[in-house]
């Protein structure tokens, strides 16, 4: 059985850094693409970060390009998402969700973590 | 970016109904189209993927059809457990957007 379990989030004020982490189990980590999506309270969906099976490939929604950084660690079963100079609207449930394929395009998201929240406040 | 719309975004409707959710692309999106379900406070859970074709452990009674950028999800008698939101997204190019959502709810 696919899990997924986010940690991390937490509240911070703005201008701040969180690192967010998503432990994977129960399929062959370095074969899929992995990434992170996020849900505003009471918002839609919105996907913000993708990585391919070996990180050759990485790839941002534009709002957080240049302030976020997602890696992984084959060898852990791990994937990251560093998150700097956090904004208010960046306020949200992030979750981890692994794609059917090796590559961020084309494939869904076949499997989800239950999510974090991040908090950006003063 | 490419837009997804959907619509109703929302509706009531009765167990054992029929219910039509309609998404459309800005553009075309090459039939890597999928379907979402989510339920309050819970993660999305994958329903139908590349248009049509039905993820594995979800009830036959979920279907997806259409072509070009108009595409529809159908469920063809309403269960209590499908009372819940629904979410297209394309997977086509990045950034992968996701329509507003439809909330299915009781009538």
């Known amino acids: 059985e696919v899990q997924l379990l986010e940690s991390g989030g937490g509240l911070i004020q703005p201008g701040g850094s969180l690192r967010l982490s998503c432990a994977a189990s129960?399929?062959?980590?370095?074969?899929?693409?992995m990434n992170w999506l996020r849900q505003a309270p009471g918002k839609g969906l919105e996907w913000v970060s993708g990585i391919t099976s070996t990180s050759g490939n990485t790839y941002y929604v534009d709002s957080v390009k240049g302030r976020f950084t997602i890696s992984r660690d084959n060898s852990e079963n791990r994937l990251y998402m560093q998150m700097n100079s956090l904004r208010a609207e960046d306020t949200a449930v992030y979750y981890c969700a692994k794609a059917s394929g090796s590559g961020t395009y084309y494939f869904p998201f076949d499997s989800w973590g239950q999510g974090t929240l991040v908090t950006v406040s003063s | 970016d490419i837009q997804m719309t959907q619509s109703p975004s929302s509706l009531s409707a009765s167990v054992g109904d029929r219910v039509t959710i309609t998404c459309r692309a800005s553009q075309s999106i090459s039939s890597h189209l999928n379907w979402y379900q989510q339920k309050p406070g819970k993660a999305p859970k994958l329903l139908i993927y590349?248009?049509?074709s039905l993820q594995s452990g979800v009830p036959s009674r979920f279907s997806g059809s259409g072509s070009g950028t108009d595409l529809t999800l159908t469920i063809s008698s309403l269960q209590p457990e499908d009372f819940a939101t629904y979410y297209c997204?394309?997977?086509?190019?990045?950034?992968?957007?996701f329509g507003p959502g439809t909330k299915v709810d009781i009538k």
């Open positions: 590349a248009v049509s």
């Open positions: 129960g399929f062959t980590f370095s074969s899929y693409a």
């Open positions: 997204q394309q997977s086509y190019i990045s950034p992968f957007t």
